[in-house]
């Protein structure tokens, strides 16, 4: 099974992208879905979690700003980004988690926001 993430691209400074993640199967056990980012020379940190009873946690710097979502029947998370500043210029990676505590990644997508 791949994550397959989508929807990065160049947008100016108080702009929006939505991000897609989409599985290419179904992964057994899925109890977290989320989104990482990695700014050049920094490391990967974490955006947004989903948990399955729904549950939302954010970074403090996009609190407010972005939102995590998920459409069960299309196996889907979306991250929905507003407001967006240059320091929100990344590769964004889609991420699983089991209960077996098997991780998943996607291939990552490059978000550029110029000021």
């Known amino acids: 099974v791949q994550l397959q993430a989508s929807g990065g691209g160049l947008v100016q400074a108080g702009g929006s992208l939505r991000l897609s993640c989409a599985a290419s199967?179904?992964?057994?056990?899925?109890?977290?879905r989320g989104w990482y980012r990695q700014a050049p020379g920094k490391e990967r940190e974490l955006v947004a979690t989903i948990i399955n009873n729904g549950i939302t946690n954010y970074e403090d710097s996009v609190k407010g700003r972005f939102t995590i979502s998920r459409d069960i029947a299309k196996n889907t998370v979306y991250l929905q980004m507003n407001s967006l500043k240059p320091e929100d210029t990344a590769v964004y990676f889609c991420y699983s988690k089991t209960i077996y505590e098997r991780e998943y990644w996607g291939q990552g997508t490059p978000v550029t926001v110029s000021s």
């Open positions: 199967g179904k992964i057994s056990g899925v109890n977290l």
